[in-house]
């Protein structure tokens, strides 16, 4: 389903994050995808709706779409961890290697079409795809190299979310241009193989609204530092996300070859700007973290699955307090929701600090603090406006059902807060992705055909 230029229509809410903060009896007028008209203070007409509260959608900086279809099929006690004993990110790693020696174009289109559905069910209306998976289940190109490319942009039609398309640059194991593993043999490419892709990513999402196209440079593992320096001349304007310092093993490993940690490395060796998003970048030292902050790059958060991985905490209190900016991933799509995302996010740091409302500033309450710096990270990670609930913004709108009691007497930022910290999933009622409604009662309103396509690819994928 692809939204389509609709006439011009009215929308109205008991209340509206706008860009300058909460306003009551709102009234949005959309015309042609955005939003034509904001009145504030107005009286709902007797044929609108009462909507609830709208909040502006919020991008996922980081996803692997297809890893929808592994979750829950990792928490038992795995005996092949590298760092030991212990079932860790990298026994998590072979899992999903093995995941992938199944799962064609059919099987990757139908899990990325649920996932990306599940993201606008959650809150997310646009998604920042990590996409690596280019080769067959042999490890061999496909007759068209950008086959899986092209049912990645399809799952995005099919859902209607804004995409920004990462084609993933992976070519060696580990730091040195150590060869892939045959593990790997389904991301790799060389570097004019590389260059095809984008630009065939490029021709792809044309005709899908607002879609855009970057580059990710893997990790510093996947890439020798001649193929890194290739990258933003790649990427052509678009934004550049790169795999940084998740698991301590890779700060080792960094140390061991440049002397250098990874994110002091990528910062004295590559050009590193807003345009940059750095995935994790959990293992980080406050010289780290305030050149990141100074570079005005993105950190891409993903709490959920640095959570569920055993990662670690990345000092997203500090840094933010600094001004650091950040978004927020679902990467391994474990469980996919925006209000899940941010309550580990604060969690994670009121657990570490044994402090409260850590994330919280003078004028913002805790909810609203994390909203506002995933919504103007996201954007700027995928490269995009982050023009909120703003006359000519595209009409990209979440709604919050206020009649729920989980609401009652609440208003403004406490609205956002019982959502995150005290609401159900099901709070998240309406999704509007460039003003087609394809979320209705907290159901996308394509979710019958594509859970029928993820069950029947869920059943190839893991066939005994
Ligand atoms: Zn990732």
């Given at each position: 389903?692809?939204?389509s230029p609709?006439?011009s229509?009215?929308?109205w ?8 903060g909460w306003a ?5 007028t ?7 008209v904001v009145?504030?203070?107005v009286?709902?007409a007797a044929h609108?709706?009462?909507h609830?509260a709208a909040?502006p959608?919020?991008a996922d900086?980081h996803?692997?779409?297809?890893q929808?279809a592994?979750?829950?099929l990792t928490?038992g006690r ?6 030991g004993?212990?079932?860790?990110f990298w026994?998590?790693r072979?899992?999903m290697?093995?995941f992938?020696?199944?799962?064609g174009?059919e ?8 996932a990306?559905?599940?993201?606008l ?5 646009r998604?920042?795809?990590f996409?690596?998976?280019?080769n067959?289940?042999?490890?061999v ?5 950008a086959?899986l ?8 039609r099919?859902?209607?979310i804004?995409?920004?398309l990462l084609p993933?640059f992976?070519a ?6 150590v060869?892939p593993t045959?593990?790997?043999r389904?991301f790799?490419?060389?570097?004019d ?6 630009e065939?990513?490029?021709g ?10 970057g580059v ?11 193929e890194?320096?290739?990258?933003p001349?790649l990427a052509g304007?678009?934004p550049v996300?790169i795999?940084?310092a ?5 700060v080792?490993?960094c140390?061991?070859w440049s002397?250098?940690?990874?994110i002091?490395?990528?910062?004295d060796?590559?050009?590193v700007?807003p345009?940059?998003?750095?995935i994790?970048?959990?293992?980080v030292t406050e010289?780290?973290?305030r ?7 993105v950190?891409?958060?993903c709490p959920?699955?640095?959570a569920n991985l ?10 933010a307090e600094a001004g650091g900016?950040?978004g ?10 925006l209000?899940?995302?941010l309550?580990?996010l ?5 657990l570490s600090?044994?402090g409260?409302a850590?994330m919280?500033d003078a ?6 603090a994390?909203?506002?710096?995933a919504h103007?990270?996201g954007a700027q990670a ?5 023009e909120g609930?703003a006359v000519?913004?595209p ?6 059902d206020t009649d729920?009691i ?6 403004g930022?406490?609205?956002?807060d019982s959502?995150i910290f005290?609401?159900?999933r099901?709070?998240?009622k309406s999704?509007w ?8 009662g907290g159901?996308h ?14 059943s190839?994928v893991?066939?005994?």
């Amino acid at each position: 389903m692809q939204p389509s230029p609709s006439e011009s229509r009215t929308l109205w809410f008991d209340q509206a994050l706008l860009p300058d903060g909460w306003a009551r009896s709102c009234r949005l007028t959309l015309a042609d995808g955005r939003i034509a008209v904001v009145e504030t203070e107005v009286e709902r007409a007797a044929h609108e709706v009462d909507h609830g509260a709208a909040l502006p959608g919020v991008a996922d900086v980081h996803s692997h779409a297809f890893q929808r279809a592994m979750a829950g099929l990792t928490e038992g006690r795995g005996p092949t961890g590298a760092g030991g004993e212990r079932d860790d990110f990298w026994s998590w790693r072979a899992l999903m290697y093995r995941f992938l020696d199944r799962g064609g174009p059919e099987e990757i289109e139908a899990i990325t079409a649920y996932a990306f559905m599940e993201m606008l069910e959650g809150g997310f209306t646009r998604i920042a795809e990590f996409h690596y998976l280019h080769n067959d289940p042999m490890g061999v190109a496909y007759a068209d190299p950008a086959e899986l490319t092209a049912r990645v942009v399809a799952a995005a039609r099919a859902t209607g979310i804004g995409l920004t398309l990462l084609p993933v640059f992976y070519a060696h194991s580990t730091f040195g241009g150590v060869e892939p593993t045959h593990g790997q043999r389904r991301f790799i490419t060389d570097l004019d193989g590389f260059a095809d892709l984008v630009e065939r990513g490029r021709g792809l999402v044309t005709g899908l609204p607002d879609a855009n196209v970057g580059v990710a440079p893997h990790s510093l593992r996947a890439v020798t530092p001649d193929e890194l320096a290739a990258m933003p001349g790649l990427a052509g304007g678009g934004p550049v996300h790169i795999h940084i310092a998740e698991q301590t093993k890779e700060v080792d490993d960094c140390l061991a070859w440049s002397g250098a940690r990874p994110i002091e490395w990528l910062l004295d060796h590559a050009p590193v700007d807003p345009r940059w998003c750095l995935i994790h970048a959990t293992h980080v030292t406050e010289a780290e973290w305030r050149g990141v902050a100074a570079r005005g790059a993105v950190v891409g958060l993903c709490p959920v699955t640095e959570a569920n991985l055993g990662d670690g905490v990345f000092p997203a209190a500090a840094y933010a307090e600094a001004g650091g900016r950040f978004g927020i991933g679902s990467d391994s799509n474990v469980q996919i929701g925006l209000a899940e995302e941010l309550r580990m996010l604060e969690y994670s740091q009121r657990l570490s600090l044994r402090g409260r409302a850590v994330m919280a500033d003078a004028g913002r309450s805790t909810g609203r603090a994390l909203f506002d710096c995933a919504h103007a990270g996201g954007a700027q990670a995928c490269g995009v406006a982050a023009e909120g609930l703003a006359v000519g913004a595209p009409a990209d709108i979440l709604a919050l059902d206020t009649d729920r009691i989980g609401f009652a007497g609440r208003s403004g930022d406490a609205v956002v807060d019982s959502w995150i910290f005290g609401g159900d999933r099901s709070a998240l009622k309406s999704v509007w992705r460039r003003g087609e409604q394809v979320v209705v009662g907290g159901r996308h309103v394509a979710r019958e055909a594509l859970e029928a396509r993820f069950r029947r690819a869920l059943s190839t994928v893991l066939a005994a």
